[in-house]
């Protein structure tokens, strides 16, 4: 079955950066649209990031733009989200997401087919 698995996660002081990475497997990746998530403790998970197959198109949260960039290697079955500026409110897990099945990305969880596990990423400040 599809997989897809995080890294990347961990604790850092507000301001600095961190770069997650989602290695998908069993997946025609290449043909995917990719998404990032995250979910807060106590909180509904909510849309952070996506990107197309083609890395045409890319759509942000309100909340992440300019801060945080979403990219794919497809050579490497591979989707990024770089995260600078980091802040103590961006303390959540972040889940990798794919989908096969909608032609642009989206921004809503339910479209998406396929979930990680999740890593958790948490700011001090």
């Known amino acids: 079955q599809v997989q897809l698995v995080e890294s990347g996660g961990g604790l850092v002081q507000a301001g600095n950066s961190l770069r997650l990475s989602c290695v998908a497997s069993r997946l025609t990746f290449s043909r995917a649209n990719m998404g990032w998530f995250r979910q807060a403790a106590g909180k509904e998970r909510e849309f952070v990031a996506s990107?197309?197959?083609?890395?045409?198109?890319?759509r942000y949260a309100d909340f992440v733009k300019g801060r945080f960039t979403i990219s794919r290697d497809n050579a490497k079955n591979t989707v990024y989200l770089q995260m600078n500026s980091l802040k103590p409110e961006d303390t959540a897990t972040y889940y990798c997401a794919a989908d096969v099945t909608v032609v642009t990305p989206t921004v809503a969880a339910t479209d998406y087919e396929y979930w990680g596990q999740g890593t958790q990423v948490t700011v001090s400040s």
């Open positions: 990107i197309s197959w083609n890395s045409g198109i890319r």
